[in-house]
């Protein structure tokens, strides 16, 4: 028997089906499943290819459902799924079932010319979680727990408890006040410097999101990162900040500084964007700034894990662009060397892991000298994340690093408060020793 395929019909099968499930002493659960990131598989693929991909999401799903299980197609790259009601329904039987249709998912589909990888985040509410015998009150239950599954996404399944209703308010109010604080200027870059080990002069600055709230003080991206993507709005605060960058550079140059680049960080949602390199070189193109003195940082597990799709080409594009390409967070990942050449990539940044007591740890200074050698092979600078005492900043110039940063050269800073910094720090070093290397 077919499952029934519908949009409108949902909600009301939902409610027949509770009903019969609580006359007859049986157990039932709704499911709502959401293909991750459909808006971004739309932009990049049209109406016509987001339409052909949620035809054979179905398919594949029907195909691991049980016979009287029912399956609703939803918009937006949403399916609604009620299952058959049983004698016995328990929380650990309905994460089977979200499984197994995530894992009919695993294998690419064919789009055209090309594959896709199609993921699912699911949200679950069983009938026992439920007061009444309407079907919207379980629908309602099951897109609150799509709505943390989301959160914790993509592949996330949640189940609805009564008590994540409340939680998700205090979620939802924390998103409303990030969006107004994006749309008020309180978030903007901070500049923390970055420096040569050979001369001492400051090389670059990276730009780094700071949130500075009106009554909490400075907020750390840690605390707002995560809502601003859940929220789809990365791209709005990636943009904010590029633009923070390139008016940086503007300023020093103004005032005569000779800073040569700025470092700017995209997510992972930004780099999927077709659109990215057409807005970076508007922008740089805006501000008049050469694409060299723009250092674009990807993490190294963006890059370990990229297949040569969007995000690959974006990089390679920035690349070509004349972008400078850093290696973030390097030594964390699986980075091929081959990744490196098909990436551009012109500078490793060593994790501070790495860093940490490097001046009195043999097996730190190994594994940095290792990386250093490999460097020097491959032709790349390297600079050394997390710096935060002289020992460490010694050793790491005799090891080789060409630069360095960390809170032991400077903290994150407004832009206002770089001018003071950078005067401070030429002061002292217009005469700097010069630090052997190994």
């Not at 001369?199 to 907020?219: D, K, M, N, Q, S």
């Not at 020992?391 to 360095?404: D, I, T």
Request: aromatic content about 6%.
């Amino acid at each position: 028997m077919n499952k029934n395929i519908s949009s409108d019909t949902f909600e009301t099968s939902v409610h027949d089906t509770l009903v019969s499930a609580r006359q007859h002493l049986r157990r039932t659960a709704c499911m709502i499943v959401e293909i991750d990131d459909f808006d971004t598989l739309l932009d990049r693929y049209g109406l016509t290819g987001a339409d052909h991909v949620q035809r054979t999401v179905a398919e594949k799903l029907n195909d691991y459902l049980r016979q009287q299980d029912r399956l609703f197609h939803l918009a937006n790259g949403q399916f609604g799924i009620i299952l058959e009601p049983v004698r016995k329904l328990g929380t650990d039987d309905v994460l089977e079932v979200a499984k197994r249709l995530q894992n009919a998912l695993d294998a690419p589909l064919s789009l055209g010319s090309t594959f896709v990888y199609i993921s699912v985040s699911i949200g679950i509410c069983l009938d026992t979680f439920v007061q009444g015998h309407r079907g919207s009150d379980l629908t309602k239950a099951a897109g609150i727990a799509l709505l943390d599954a989301r959160r914790h996404g993509p592949t996330a399944i949640r189940t609805y408890s009564p008590e994540l209703q409340y939680f998700l308010a205090n979620i939802q109010d924390n998103e409303l006040e990030v969006s107004h604080a994006l749309e008020n200027g309180e978030i903007r870059a901070w500049f923390q410097p970055q420096v040569s080990t050979d001369t001492g002069e400051v090389c670059g600055f990276e730009a780094l999101a700071r949130w500075e709230h009106p009554t909490r003080g400075v907020i750390p991206p840690s605390d707002f990162l995560s809502t601003v993507q859940t929220t789809g709005q990365a791209h709005v605060l990636g943009a904010k900040i590029l633009r923070d960058a390139l008016t940086a550079l503007q300023q020093w140059d103004h005032l005569g500084w000779d800073i040569a680049q700025v470092g700017v960080n995209f997510s992972q949602e930004e780099l999927r964007d077709p659109k990215l390199t057409d807005r970076v070189q508007f922008e740089l193109d805006t501000f008049g700034v050469e694409a060299k003195r723009l250092a674009i940082e990807v993490l190294e597990t963006v890059v370990s894990s990229s297949p040569d799709d969007t995000v690959t080409r974006n990089i390679r594009r920035l690349a070509e662009l004349g972008c400078f390409i850093d290696l973030d967070d390097f030594g964390t990942g699986h980075t091929s060397i081959a990744s490196i050449r098909r990436f551009g990539v012109k500078r490793l940044k060593i994790d501070r892991s790495f860093v940490t007591k490097v001046d009195c740890d043999p097996e730190q200074q190994r594994i940095v000298n290792a990386i250093q050698l490999m460097a020097e092979q491959l032709d790349l600078e390297t600079l050394a994340e997390g710096v935060e005492t002289a020992g460490e900043h010694a050793m790491l110039a005799q090891l080789g690093c060409q630069y360095v940063q960390g809170f032991g050269l400077g903290r994150p800073m407004p832009l206002e408060d770089t001018y003071a910094w950078i005067g401070d720090h030429l002061a002292r070093v217009q005469t700097p020793p010069k630090i052997g290397r190994a």
